[in-house]
């Protein structure tokens, strides 16, 4: 059974770094979009960021455009999630996903079809 696995969540300071990252167990998603999603208590699941399987194109949501990247390593099957600049509204559980449907960016989380357990980040004001 294919498995994400997120790490590198944890309580900052607002305008502080984190980075999180996300492994999967088996080596399928080289060729499919993966992202990063997350939910605020008391809010639905939103959309982060979202990446192309070669890496080329990226998409953000509005909210963390210009704070956070993601880049991903097909070698490896990881990709991560770097933060700059957090802000206490960026506190939330952080998901990844990986695609077998498309390789093409996508922020609707229909396209993805293994999701992580998910990953803390509190952002202390």
């Known amino acids: 059974q294919v498995r994400l696995v997120e790490s590198g969540g944890g309580l900052v300071q607002t305008g502080d770094y984190l980075r999180l990252s996300c492994k999967a167990s088996?080596?399928?998603?080289?060729?499919?979009?993966m992202a990063w999603f997350r939910q605020a208590p008391g809010k639905e699941r939103e959309f982060v960021a979202s990446?192309?399987?070669?890496?080329?194109?990226?998409i953000y949501a509005h909210s963390v455009k210009g704070r956070f990247h993601i880049f991903r390593d097909n070698a490896e099957s990881t990709v991560d999630l770097q933060m700059y600049n957090l802000k206490p509204e960026d506190t939330a559980i952080y998901y990844c996903?990986?695609?077998?449907?498309?390789?093409?960016?996508?922020?609707?989380?229909?396209?993805?079809?293994?999701w992580g357990q998910g990953t803390q980040v509190t952002v202390s004001s």
């Open positions: 088996e080596r399928i998603f080289a060729n499919y979009a």
């Open positions: 990446i192309s399987w070669s890496g080329g194109d990226t």
């Open positions: 996903a990986g695609s077998t449907n498309t390789g093409t960016a996508a922020t609707s989380g229909e396209f993805f079809t293994y």
